[in-house]
């Protein structure tokens, strides 16, 4: 599927060093490239139901930020998005609205399309539309199936029967909490509150997800190796991550509502499949909050990107707000947050006006320092901060600065 407009990222004499991001799965920093020269995103897309939000926004500013600085390093790099553009939220939405689900999930992807355009993100490689690639995610549930990683519930409302992953049955290369770390207690209640189904009788584990959806009346379905239906959600991003970037990938990436039971599953239905780990590092961004509550499409508290560029925002006001976060913190937007990231815009600007292409030692000096910081688990307030001091240090300012600033926090001054 088209992704959108690829924004210019200027080349800077120099390069970041490689970035250590810190890994859900072992707790701690990793470099998940470490001996190669390629990098692998895999980032979870939308569910395409409602407008973009600022939580959305941070997070796939925080992987846009990785994959900035992966370049900066000199690696290539090769990353793959999907879109849930078929699943409960969406379709009950359409119901709700009475629009098509369809029609439903092309505009809100198209909004989305819009967005990370004013935003300046870089687009994936592949932009993958879920119900695009239903063949391919029905044939690895047809082989997990085969060889016995999925099992059949009776289910007599549905042409068919349901299909389930057993998470007891051992793989070479995980086992249940292996990326999560979370205790069973923990899993169950996330499961309950994530899409998952524990209380549904006649699976072999409470936590064993769904892999398909058998044809319901009245829901969307398609034919396919493992008879009519539609696809579960983890399998989805295993298929995708796995088809589109080879096994294992750099990171896959994420807010960290998707640590489990999504990214867990994840992982363990990639092992299944291919004897390998999903990914080298898991990486989660933090959730934002708006009046006292996490911001979610389901809650209706939302600040949205389309919102506040209607209300005048400069698109780089917003991004300079967000990238003022650490990534991985869970924090709350205050309205505020914008004034200040304009203000602090406006200095900026003040600033890269006076830049020419002559060399300064101090300004070498800033530029190793934002490389140092978005290596360092992408510590983008760290980065914001060395410029903030560069300003009121009276560093000269020079056009490989501003570039930089452009290459790395996606932010074009002057
Ligand atoms: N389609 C699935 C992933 S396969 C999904 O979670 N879609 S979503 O539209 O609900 O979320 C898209 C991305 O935004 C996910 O990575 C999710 O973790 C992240 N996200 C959702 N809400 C927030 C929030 N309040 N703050 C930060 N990130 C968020
Ligand atoms: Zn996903």
């Known amino acids: 599927m088209r992704a959108w407009q690829v924004p210019s990222v200027p080349e800077v004499p120099g390069s970041a060093p490689r970035p250590v991001v810190h890994d859900t799965a072992s707790g701690g920093p990793v470099d998940p490239t470490a001996g190669e020269e390629r990098a692998a995103l895999y980032v979870c897309g939308i569910t395409p139901y409602d ?41 009950e939405r359409a119901a709700r609205d009475g629009v ?23 687009p994936p490689d592949d932009f993958v539309a879920v119900t695009g690639e239903v063949e391919r995610i029905a044939e690895a549930v047809a082989f997990l199936q085969e060889t016995g990683y999925a099992y059949a519930v009776p289910t007599p409302d549905a042409d068919g029967d349901d299909l389930y992953f057993d998470v007891q049955r051992p793989t070479e290369a995980w086992s249940l909490g292996d990326e999560s770390g979370l205790d069973r207690d923990t899993m169950l209640a996330l499961s309950a509150e994530r899409g998952g189904d524990p209380e549904r009788p006649g699976k072999r584990d409470a936590l064993d997800p769904l892999l398909w959806r058998a044809a319901r009346t009245g829901e969307p379905s398609w034919d396919s190796a493992v008879g009519p239906g539609r696809p579960g959600w983890h399998i989805e991003c295993s298929v995708i991550a796995g088809d589109r970037l080879g096994l294992p990938i750099s990171v896959q990436g994420g807010g960290s509502d998707l640590v489990f ?18 990914a080298a590092a898991f990486v989660h961004t933090g959730m934002i909050a708006y ?41 709350e937007w205050f309205d505020t947050e914008l004034t200040s990231a304009t203000t602090r815009l406006a200095t900026w600007d003040a600033w890269a006006t006076g830049a020419d292409a002559g060399h300064a030692d101090d300004a070498d000096d800033v530029a190793a320092r934002i490389r140092a910081r978005v290596a360092d688990d992408l510590d983008t307030p760290g980065a914001v901060a060395a410029v903030d001091t560069a300003i009121a240090g009276g560093t000269a300012v020079t056009s490989d600065l501003v570039d930089l600033v452009d290459a790395l926090l996606g932010i074009r001054l002057g």
């Not at 939580?55 to 793959?80: C, I, P, Q, S």
């Not at 039971?261 to 999903?278: D, I, K, W």
């Not at 780089?316 to 707000?321: E, N, S, V, Y």
């Open 51 to 91: 407008a973009t939000h600022l939580g959305h926004a941070a997070t796939y500013l925080a992987f846009d930020t990785l994959g900035r600085v992966w370049r900066d390093a000199g690696l290539e790099v090769e990353y793959a998005q999907n879109t849930t553009d078929v699943d409960d939220p969406l379709l």
């Open 100 to 122: 098509d689900w369809r029609a439903l999930a092309a505009s809100q992807i198209d909004l989305f399309r819009r967005d990370m355009e004013a935003l300046r993100v870089l």
């Open 261 to 278: 039971p999504h990214h867990e599953m994840s992982a363990g239905h990639a092992a299944a499949l291919a004897h390998q780990p999903l």
């Open 291 to 331: 009046q006292g509550e996490k911001i979610s499409k389901s809650l209706g508290n939302l600040v949205t990107v389309r919102g506040l560029l209607d209300d005048g925002a400069d698109p780089r006001a917003i991004r300079l707000a967000l990238l003022s976060h650490k990534y991985s913190d869970d924090w």
